[in-house]
């Protein structure tokens, strides 16, 4: 589901469905067994971890994920440090992604119904929140962030991930 991935930690049993092929080669999906709607499962110990190591190196940088101008400003922030920096100086891209991603899925996650889940569609499985049990409504923040670095934008954190946020909140008033 996301376009940077941590699949080091994954074994080879609970590998994700086979991927999504280009529009035009053929069918969308080149495992027919895999699930259309999202299927969800509870997070293990690995996702766990990896949320309260992001977020603990988040707050070490001093971004609040409480605040979504913060967490903006550190996504910002860390792209423009990475940009600046010669190509083997780096950080790997996908760690900050990771990092911003799993952030911005805890503000949700904090401020919203949406709740942590290991969820499986289509096109692979990732760390998403969902709507309390709701399969209608899944945001995989990886992807949020992930096609967003790619596109090098800047100061978008603050309005996406508030319209998100008022979604919810327009939802139950």
């Known amino acids: 589901m996301a376009w940077f ?3 080091r930690d994954r074994s080879e049993d609970d590998a994700p469905p086979a991927a999504a092929q280009t529009a035009g080669s ?15 499962a509870a997070l293990g110990e690995a996702e766990r ?11 070490e940088a001093g971004v609040d994920v409480d605040d979504l101008h ?10 423009a440090a990475w ?17 911003f991603a799993l952030g911005i899925g805890e503000h949700l996650h904090r401020h919203t119904d949406l709740r942590w889940a290991v969820v499986t569609d289509a096109f692979g499985t990732d760390l ?3 709507g309390s049990g709701r399969k209608e409504f899944v945001v995989v ?33």
């Open 49 to 59: 971890t990896r949320i309260a190591t992001a977020l603990s190196e988040l707050s």
């Open 128 to 130: 998403a929140v969902s």
């Open 83 to 99: 940009e600046a920096l010669p190509e083997r100086q780096r950080e790997g891209h996908e760690q900050i992604v990771e990092r």
């Open 26 to 40: 053929g069918p969308l999906v080149s495992d027919p067994e895999a699930p259309l709607r999202p299927v969800e």
């Open 141 to 173: 923040p990886a992807n949020l962030v992930a096609v967003r670095w790619l596109g090098r934008e800047r100061g978008w954190v603050p309005g996406v991930v508030g319209h998100i946020v008022q979604l919810r909140a327009d939802r139950y008033s």
């Open 5 to 7: 991935k941590r699949d």
């Open 70 to 79: 913060s967490l903006g400003k550190g996504l910002d922030e860390a792209f």
